[in-house]
């Protein structure tokens, strides 16, 4: 349950959730997103699946990166009208090679609290069961989709002296 404090609290909650299996999610999470009058989704459709594992009745709108200025207008309607709001992604944590950095930077701009819940995350998951002693890692994100734009950018970061994440598309893996 969420203290006294934090449930009084106008808020945009940025939640991370599961990568896959639906059991990746704490408890903190489920909470908030029960909570909150409105949450955000990447997509509504995917969002559906979790929220009806877990019997959370909140209304969803979508936040995606063709509306994401747009959908962020609507979550300063609410969070203006003393609403929490909830913003989620598909997997992981939003506005991490996802959508939600534009949303986040509107309503921090409009001066609003920003909350960071902790969850899964691919790229430490990867790292975590990796291997690698490196201490120090370079989180890159997506590779650019174009075949010669991707191997410039690896080239460029070959003399990064770290571990180097990247997120890559299923399709593009043997290619890259």
Do not use: W
């Not at 955000?40 to 929220?51: S, V």
């Not at 959908?71 to 959508?99: C, F, H, N, W, Y």
């Not at 490196?134 to 002296?161: C, M, Q, S, T, Y």
């Amino acid at each position: 349950m969420l203290n006294t404090t934090q449930d009084r609290t106008t808020a945009l909650y940025v939640v991370a959730t599961p990568l896959g299996n639906l059991a990746d999610i704490t408890l903190r999470a489920l909470e908030v997103m029960r909570t909150v009058s409105l949450i955000a989704c990447e997509d509504t459709r995917h969002a559906r699946r979790l929220l009806d594992h877990y019997d959370i009745k909140t209304p969803t709108v979508s936040l995606h990166k063709h509306n994401e200025v747009q959908a962020g207008g609507k979550l300063l309607e609410s969070l203006r009208q003393g609403k929490s709001v909830a913003l989620i992604s598909d997997a992981g944590t939003p506005a991490i090679s996802d959508p939600g950095a534009r949303a986040v930077a509107v309503v921090q701009e409009a001066g609003f609290l920003v909350v960071p819940l902790p969850g899964p995350n691919a790229a430490i998951a990867a790292l975590s069961a990796s291997g690698l002693v490196d201490e120090r890692f370079l989180f890159v994100g997506f590779l650019p989709a174009k075949a010669g734009a991707r191997r410039a950018e690896i080239e460029r970061l070959r003399a990064v002296p770290a571990a180097l994440v990247f997120y890559e598309a299923p399709h593009r893996i043997e290619e890259t």
